[in-house]
């Protein structure tokens, strides 16, 4: 059997699929013919996905609607998936949300939420998926982590750290998996056009204000380059500039240029 069509036959476990670039990649997989897992917190709207989805596309589609930002819950997730004997072949580690402001005057309980989503249970689901495309003998894993990743971020610097980490974090393992079966990508998208601005309460800074992508196009590039093995993948040009002069220009300089991008209104 070619390995498409094996990625296919197990399932696509996508976490964040309720809205956004999640739900944008869920589609995607479904009109390709891939089976799918989804999680996020809204029940309602995950089974209207599924729904909308085995109609279309005559996949098996599962849901699990969890708060990842609890551990408890990740394991919880994780027992569901085994108890039911589905197999995932490839996991996105989509789910995550930053927060404005300046860090003295931020809430601390968001922060560690965050933290939690954005970092612990990246980590987490990673291991306990990848141990077991180690054990199938092939997989794949796309990290959701942003721009963000490739400098400091004023007014959002837990949020550009946390993206540094799940960076930094999935292009180690990448070297480690190198020459086997399982690819390990990391997707950093640039500012885009989801209810990722409202929940970071950043509609109004300069960043959003210029030109920002459709979750469709990132999701659509996205897709391709996961079945590629790409090791970073950076939708739109300007992103891909972006990140390149983030390595070439000191550290000082890139950071209050994002200081000015990001400034609150
Ligand atoms: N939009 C951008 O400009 C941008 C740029 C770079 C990187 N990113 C990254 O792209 C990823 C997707 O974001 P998006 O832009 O598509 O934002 P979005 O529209 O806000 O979608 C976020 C998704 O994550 C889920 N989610 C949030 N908190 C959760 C939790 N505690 N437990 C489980 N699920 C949770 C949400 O569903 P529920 O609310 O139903 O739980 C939703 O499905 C994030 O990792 C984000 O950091 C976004």
């Known amino acids: 059997m070619n390995n498409l069509k094996r990625l296919k036959e197990k399932y696509t476990l996508i976490t964040g699929a309720s809205k956004g670039i999640g739900y944008e990649l869920a589609k995607i997989f479904a009109q390709n013919k891939f089976n799918l897992i989804l999680v996020a917190r809204s029940e309602d709207k995950l089974a209207e996905i599924a729904k909308e989805l085995i109609e279309k596309y005559n996949i098996n589609c599962y849901i699990f609607a969890a708060d990842l930002s609890s551990l408890d819950n990740v394991k919880k997730l994780y027992n569901k ?40 249970t990246v980590t987490f689901l990673t291991k306990l998926f990848l141990q077991d495309m180690i054990k199938m003998g092939y997989g794949k894993i796309m990290n959701v982590a942003s721009t963000a990743a490739f400098q400091p971020g004023p007014y ?50 300069k960043l959003f204000e210029s030109e920002v992508m459709k979750a469709e196009t990132v999701a659509k590039v996205a897709y391709k380059g996961l079945l590629k093995g790409k090791r970073i993948i950076i939708p739109g040009i300007k ?18 240029i994002v200081k000015k991008l990001q400034s609150p209104n």
Do not use: R, W
């Open 81 to 120: 998936v085994q108890n039911k004997g589905l197999d995932v072949s490839v996991l996105v580690n989509n789910a995550g949300f930053g927060k404005l402001g300046l860090f003295h005057k931020t809430d601390i309980e968001t922060e560690i939420n965050m933290i939690n989503l954005n970092i612990t």
């Open 156 to 205: 959002m610097s837990v949020y550009y750290a946390s993206k540094a980490y799940v960076l930094s974090f999935s292009e180690a393992l990448a070297s480690e998996l190198n020459n086997s079966k399982i690819s390990i990508s990391t997707l950093c998208p640039g500012p885009t056009d989801t209810n990722f601005q409202d929940v970071a309460n950043m509609k109004k800074v």
């Open 239 to 256: 992103n891909k500039l972006l990140a390149t002069s983030s390595k070439l220009m000191p550290s000082k300089a890139i950071t209050e």
